[in-house]
């Protein structure tokens, strides 16, 4: 009894639709039930409220995990370019050489005023910006890569792969 009729075709209706002589059906997007149509709107989606509930809400979930990790994604790589210049002993550089390495001015993790400086964060590392450079690139990560720094005890070996002019710069 389902199947469809060439004269009352649908020829419009999206795939996964179709008609029978008496009414139209679909399928709810959230749990794949028949929808009989009967003489009510043909466009519905959903069987239920809860049906149309719980699909916008998985929408709405999905949609905030992917801004989430477009913003992180944007951060980590902001976050890499400065560590790469700090490891290399530049702390500082024009905003248009910084623009033209990939970062992005627009995400950073903290801003303050203080006095006449402006300073940044992006996780762990810290600038000043003016209107044409930043500078003071630096790093507040204390972690085990780092060191505290304190004593004559600091491990090259455990810094083998850093140029040392890189590890004076940070101390
Ligand atoms: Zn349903």
């Known amino acids: 009894?389902?199947?469809?009729?060439?004269?009352?075709?649908?020829?419009?209706?999206?795939?996964?639709?179709?008609?029978?002589?008496?009414?139209?059906?679909?399928?709810?997007?959230?749990?794949?039930?028949?929808?009989?149509?009967?003489?009510?709107?043909?466009?519905?989606?959903?069987?239920?409220?809860?049906?149309?509930?719980?699909?916008?809400?998985?929408?709405?979930?999905?949609?905030?995990?992917?801004?989430?990790?477009?913003?992180?994604?944007?951060l980590e790589d902001n976050h890499d370019i400065l560590e790469r210049l700090r490891r290399i002993g530049i702390s500082s550089i024009d905003r248009i050489s910084l623009g033209q390495l990939g970062f992005d001015f627009n995400y950073v993790t903290s801003y303050h005023k203080i006095g006449q400086r402006s300073v940044y964060s992006v996780f762990d590392i810290t600038y000043e910006a003016t209107p044409s450079r930043i500078l003071h690139i630096t790093s507040r990560w204390c972690g085990p890569e780092e060191g505290t720094g304190e004593g004559e005890g600091v491990s090259s070996k455990k810094r083998a792969k850093q140029p040392s002019s890189a590890v004076s710069a940070d101390l």
Not at 42 to 71: E, I, L, T
């Open 1 to 74: 009894m389902w199947f469809s009729c060439p004269t009352f075709g649908a020829k419009s209706l999206p795939m996964g639709y179709g008609t029978s002589h008496e009414s139209s059906y679909g399928y709810c997007l959230e749990c794949g039930d028949i929808i009989e149509y009967g003489h009510g709107r043909p466009d519905r989606k959903f069987c239920s409220a809860g049906c149309k509930n719980r699909w916008h809400n998985r929408q709405r979930a999905r949609s905030w995990k992917a801004y989430q990790h477009k913003v992180l994604k944007v």
